[in-house]
């Protein structure tokens, strides 16, 4: 263990309910230099057991259209082992806060769509060079 984990788990002096009534416990988030970002498209696979259980996100995925059935195979990003509780309240916290902020994120979508519609619009107004040899395509 070292010096910053000490210090975190030593400054947690009240058990959990111990909080008066209407008032929460704030929480400051310290950034370890060595923890990681990992970007993910998904899920591949979640395993729910007690004490602890595992997700394991995947940033890619191949298609093989050549087998049949064509398979998919998701390229793990990273994997995550949680205690279950945990693993519970931040699927709360996570859909609770997609309901409050349901209208921000429908206008996110929309103007995001917009502007892609926007460039690629524009794309029909180019006119590119074309290289030696190579048709323009009508």
């Known amino acids: 263990m070292n ?37 993910v498209e998904g899920v591949s696979q979640m395993v729910l057991g007690f004490p602890t259980s595992r997700v394991i996100f995947f940033s890619g995925v191949n298609q093989d259209t050549s087998v049949d059935p064509p398979t998919e195979t998701h390229l793990q990003a990273c994997e995550l082992i949680i205690p279950t509780a945990a693993l519970a309240e931040a699927s709360l916290t996570i859909l ?6 349901k ?36």
Do not use: F, N
Not at 9 to 25: I, L
């Open 3 to 39: 010096a910053k984990t000490k210090s975190a788990s030593a400054k947690s002096t009240t058990e959990p309910g111990a909080e008066p009534q209407g008032k929460q416990k704030a929480v400051r988030i310290s950034r370890l230099s060595t923890a990681p970002t990992v970007y």
């Open 103 to 138: 209208s921000l994120l429908e206008k996110g979508r929309a103007e995001w769509s917009a502007k892609v519609q926007h460039v690629m619009d524009q794309l029909d107004l180019l006119q590119l060079p074309t290289s030696a040899g190579q048709k323009k395509a009508d």
């Open 96 to 101: 609770t806060h997609m309901i409050g902020t």
